[in-house]
């Protein structure tokens, strides 16, 4: 979300002012920071990284300095207060306020706040997006409406509101005409998507439907889900939608009922099986990734092993743990928790053994396998390959030319490593 939110950020302000990204701050004229507070480290980084750019200010009184995202919205004039040399302070919602905090900045010297939620307005008011490459993320709906305990999002990012429908299949149409060919949906919690078509309401099955029907799309995904609004109509795409991604992101969070009932998740561990085993039926080789949190207030050993259980039973592919990290103003902040921090980790490295392990097996089995791939760049490691995103979401390093870059192509895997894949060209699809 934040990368999108950052590449909005950078379309804004080269529509406005005819602004370039530099990757050298010394010769920037503007300097943002998009910051993330779901857990603490995020939140202090930005602090740290501030103070890293303060003598450029120094050297050149003329830079703006500015933070967005989730820490301005959270902690507003405080940066200020702790970095008084911050000239622009924006939320997650009123990115597209830039250019007008900017110039009122410069205009009266002081230091200009935004970090209102203004509903959907600004979807209306960003330009449309600059591309490169086959695959692109399409913003449908904003905020969180859930209050899961431990979570700071719903009061950084303001109440769910979707886009109409007309909106975002606008979008999509000038996407594919600039030649992208997988679109991936985004929102905080992208199957609460509630939008509106002649009046009616429509849901994420039916948007999904709606794209995949479209000439020149190739694949869609969807990201972030929540287990709550895995709708049967949602769950019916997999068996008679292909273009819709062999991957399904379902964050459980827990395997133990007594931990989902104090995170309020609104879900059991035994209905999150059930959904998966539903999805599974219609299409058996899908992808399912997860999210864990370790450490939540009063998490017995039972309560882990319930979610190591958890684990077990689905045989996730792939998946992101986090320690629990207590949120200022969150109900879970404030709930006693007497387990100690190495018991914590232990169970964090457990856990991370677990889900590597189911990882490597599955990278192991795409061996030989032949994958349709999106080329999404040029590898990191060596010019010479590209990388390129197959239908269940794994990276794929190959060789082949850059002017791949963005098409779709067959890949046959022949080897991994670590947590990438390696593959070989067989042809452009
Ligand atoms: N809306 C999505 C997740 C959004 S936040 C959902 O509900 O599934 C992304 C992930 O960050 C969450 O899935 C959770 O695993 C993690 N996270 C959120 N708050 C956290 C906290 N306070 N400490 C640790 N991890 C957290
Ligand atoms: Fe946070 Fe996701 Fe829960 Fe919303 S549903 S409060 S974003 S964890």
Sequence with gaps: MNEYDSDKIADVLRASEGMTLTDKPENADIILFNTCSIREKAEEKVFSDLGRVRPLKLAKPDLIIGVGGCV????????????PYVDVIFGPQTLHRLPELIAARRASGRMQMDISFPEIEKFDSLPAPQVSGGSAFVSIMEGCSKFCTFCVVPYTRGDEISRPLDDVLRDIRGLVAQGVGEITLLGQNVNAYAGEHDGEAVDLAYLIRTIAALDGVQRVRYMTSHPREMTPRLIELYADTPKLANHLHLPVQSGSDRVLAAMQRGYTALEYKSIIRK??????????TSDFIVGFPGETESDFGATMQMIEDVQFDMSFSFLYSPRPGTPAAEMADEVSYETKMERLQRLKTSI???ENAYSEKMVGTLQRVVVEGISKKDPRELAGRTDNNRVVNFVG???????????TITAV?????????????
Excluded: K, N, W
């Design 72 to 83: 301005a919205s959270q902690e507003g004039v405080t940066i200020f207060r702790r970095a």
């Design 279 to 288: 999805i599974r039926a219609l299409r058996p080789d899908i992808s399912i």
């Design 356 to 358: 590597d392990e189911l």
């Design 401 to 411: 030319s850059a002017d791949l870059l963005g098409r779709f192509v067959e890949v």
């Design 417 to 429: 490593s670590m947590h990438t894949l390696r593959g070989e060209l067989v042809r452009a699809a």
